[in-house]
């Protein structure tokens, strides 16, 4: 186990640190004269000084007469300055603010049976309502067809969708077996959020809840898809003591 570096003079300790990183990244001894650059040090009779106390203070073995023959015996590791930490702790958070984007919240939208929506309820936020998500999360470069509504009911809870939580859409006309939409349902004024099936000659919208029955539209052209999940936020809710 290797002795802690008290003791050392700071010459001492940046000789240490240059030697065990050296040695660590290319497996050999440097020789006298990079010893002597890490320190500004000209002088080799100098630089050998400070090694042969170092040798007699055990952090290193060497054989006279032999280059690069150093043998670090007690490694010392340079340590970031606390200046050097909150510098790269601020500029990682600039990083992290600068990835955020913002994504509108449109409104609310029904994951149960699905209820009597009016258009004006599709809007019940003010405009500057909205999510803010880092951008390495999303699927997709542009956000521009973006958009997050709130989840009200239960009907998709195996899907991990719960009531509250909110969902990150994109803007779609059309959707494939198996992905899950938001539609509006023009002869009801409903809307509702499931799985969509396109069968033989109806559209199916599957809940993720064993105990509700699918919806069944025999009219497709009475159904209009508004947008796809991409994502989902969940919102944590607080228990009472």
Do not use: C
């Not at 899950?180 to 109806?202: C, G, H, I, P, Q």
């Amino acid at each position: 186990m290797a002795r802690r570096s008290q003791g050392l003079s700071e010459r001492h300790r940046k000789i240490m640190e240059f030697l065990t990183k050296f040695q660590e990244d290319n497996g050999y001894s440097p020789s006298i004269r990079q010893i002597g650059d890490s320190i500004d040090v000209k002088s080799t009779s100098l630089v050998d000084y400070y090694l042969n106390q170092l040798q007699e203070m055990g952090y290193i073995e060497r054989e006279d007469r032999i280059s690069r023959s150093i043998r670090v015996q007690q490694p010392v590791y340079s340590s970031p300055s606390i200046t050097a930490m909150v510098g790269d702790a601020v500029h990682k958070a600039g990083n992290m603010l600068a990835d955020l984007v913002s994504i509108p919240v449109a409104g609310r939208i029904v994951a149960s049976a699905p209820l009597p929506m009016p258009t004006s309820d599709l809007s019940y936020y003010d405009s500057e309502t909205s999510v803010e998500i880092a951008r390495s999360l999303l699927p997709t470069r542009d956000v521009s067809d973006l958009f997050a509504l709130e989840v009200s009911g239960d009907s998709m809870i195996d899907a991990m969708i719960n009531d509250g939580d909110i969902v990150v859409m994109k803007k779609a006309q059309s959707a494939n077996n198996g992905e899950m939409v938001a539609v509006w349902l023009d002869d009801k004024d409903e809307t509702t959020l499931k799985y969509f099936y396109k069968e033989s000659n109806r559209i199916r919208l599957q809940p993720a809840n064993p105990n509700m029955g699918p919806i069944y539209v025999d009219n497709p052209k009475s159904l209009r898809i508004m947008g796809k999940v991409v994502m989902v936020i969940r919102q944590i809710k607080s228990v009472a003591a």
